[in-house]
């Protein structure tokens, strides 16, 4: 995921308008990360593994695909409340909606890991060149279009925006799928709040944090002939949900 918090600020007041519980989950195997911190919705009651099951068979998140074998086994579950704080160790059986209330939404499953995996005997220079290309950050690429509309060219530059500061995200392929994700739904957001007037927001006392206030004013809604309409609470939760992943990655 992106390297910064930029819009950490940004999308946790849509955060606090989420009503469904969430839980930050990462999965991981002996030393191999298989699934980096990332948001998933809880949609009702179940156990620690049942929720690990329905995330790696596309039941919850359907969006956020990763590689996952039938054949993997729980070794334990960590929890707690921040991903620097004590964890606590919990069964799988317990019920994931009291546990995340109770103990903290950071839930860490590591898995098993295989015993005859030998890792391969690599040179100083190989290692260093493998770190030096971990740096390396990398952007969502968007097809080009000939003619592009104002929600596009707001959408180029909140990419611009992440590269001019020094973000981006540690792969290609990672970029082009989380990025693109990422940037898509904060464009839609932006894009939402600006039709219906941003200031509505100051007015009640609800900020756009000051490093995004340059991508508003843009959409304009009389040039289409529209009025701006009051703001539907049900449509900005649903805006709101669809940037829960990111606000802590």
Known sequence: MCSEHFFFDFSILFLLKVKMPFANIRISKGSRVLHGWYIHPIPFEMTIKDFFVKLTTGEISPEC?????????????????????????????????????????????????????????????????????????????FSQLRKVNRKQILRGDLVDWIHNHGGGWSTQSYANMQGKQFVTCLTETIWYIDMHGHKKFEERSCHIPEPLLEFFDRANPESYKESRKPVNTNELN????????????
């Open 65 to 141: 695909s990763f590689a996952m074998t039938s054949s993997e086994v729980i070794e334990h579950v960590e929890l707690s409340k921040t991903l620097v704080s004590v964890i606590t160790r919990v069964s799988i059986n317990c019920g994931i909606i009291e546990l995340t209330t109770r103990v903290g939404i950071n839930i860490h499953y590591r898995l098993k890991a295989d015993v005859n995996t030998i890792p391969p005997e690599q040179d100083s220079f190989t290692i260093l060149m493998q770190n030096a290309h971990r740096s390396q950050l990398y952007l969502p690429t």
């Open 238 to 249: 649903l805006y709101g949900q669809s940037l829960a992943p990111y606000a802590t990655s």
